[in-house]
């Protein structure tokens, strides 16, 4: 089990979900939360010929290179001479890129009266969550966000199934008319997002 009292501050800190071709990263966000999905045929770059004859000369000056500890250059020598035929340098099948980014936005509803002496609450920013925790039971592929907030009990629920190939968000109240969010789907490049209805 994996255990956090705080949403994450960086990318490292976000819980991996995956069944091998799907994937999610949610950061616990209390007002705003990101939501990283993968998709595993997302490259950028096409598809090349690796079987480069040439490559093959130039490991044993790698080789060497290693034993002597010169990693950098090994890797550098490795970088020049381990690419596509001459012709193909431009069809690198390249790196990972994401599916999207899922980001949601939440407006809870606000305290009006509070005990005496306390302020009272009047925006958004004024919000603050108690018993906040996140985690990830390895054992059950379950990830969750749960939080205390004005009085309402919220949780978040994520998972993705490895027999139906689907991502499972799953997001509850304590109360009634308590559950009030937006949800935007982005992509940094080479994308669009159309709305039909509700869909």
Same mark, same amino acid.
Do not use: C
């Given at each position: 089990?994996?255990?956090?009292?705080?949403?994450?501050?960086?990318?490292?800190?976000?819980?991996?979900?995956?069944?091998?071709?799907?994937?999610?990263?949610?950061?616990?966000?209390?007002?705003?939360?990101?939501?990283?999905?993968?998709?595993?045929?997302?490259?950028?770059?096409?598809?090349?010929?690796?079987?480069?004859?040439? +490559?093959?000369?130039? #490991?044993?000056?790698?080789?060497? *290179? !290693?034993?002597?500890?010169?990693?950098? &250059? @090994?890797?550098?020598?490795?970088?020049?001479?381990?690419?596509?035929?001459?012709?193909?340098?431009?069809?690198?099948?390249?790196?990972?890129?994401?599916? +999207?980014?899922?980001? #949601?936005?939440?407006?809870?509803? *606000? !305290?009006?009266?509070?005990?005496?002496? &306390? @302020?009272?609450?009047?925006?958004?920013?004024?919000?603050?969550?108690?018993?906040?925790?996140?985690?990830?039971?390895?054992?059950?592929?379950?990830?969750?966000?749960?939080?205390? #907030?004005?009085?309402?009990?919220?949780?978040?629920?994520?998972?993705?199934?490895?027999?139906?190939?689907?991502?499972?968000?799953?997001?509850?109240?304590?109360?009634?008319?308590?559950?009030?969010?937006?949800?935007?789907?982005?992509?940094?490049?080479?994308?669009?997002?159309?709305?039909?209805?509700?869909?």
């Amino acid at each position: 089990m994996l255990y956090y009292t705080a949403p994450a501050s960086i990318w490292e800190e976000t819980l991996p979900l995956g069944n091998g071709r799907l994937g999610m990263m949610p950061d616990g966000g209390v007002r705003r939360e990101r939501i990283v999905l993968n998709e595993i045929s997302l490259w950028n770059g096409s598809e090349a010929d690796y079987g480069n004859p040439d +490559a093959a000369k130039s #490991l044993p000056a790698i080789r060497r *290179l !290693l034993f002597e500890g010169k990693n950098r &250059e @090994a890797q550098e020598l490795m970088y020049s001479s381990f690419v596509p035929k001459k012709g193909e340098a431009d069809k690198r099948y390249g790196t990972y890129q994401i599916l +999207a980014n899922l980001d #949601l936005e939440f407006d809870y509803p *606000l !305290l009006n009266a509070k005990a005496e002496g &306390e @302020a009272a609450v009047t925006s958004q920013s004024d919000v603050r969550p108690v018993d906040y925790r996140r985690g990830l039971n390895l054992r059950d592929a379950l990830a969750y966000t749960a939080f205390t #907030l004005n009085d309402v009990a919220y949780r978040r629920e994520y998972f993705i199934s490895r027999d139906k190939d689907v991502m499972l968000i799953h997001l509850t109240a304590g109360r009634k008319e308590a559950l009030s969010f937006s949800a935007r789907l982005s992509r940094p490049e080479r994308a669009a997002v159309t709305i039909e209805g509700n869909t």
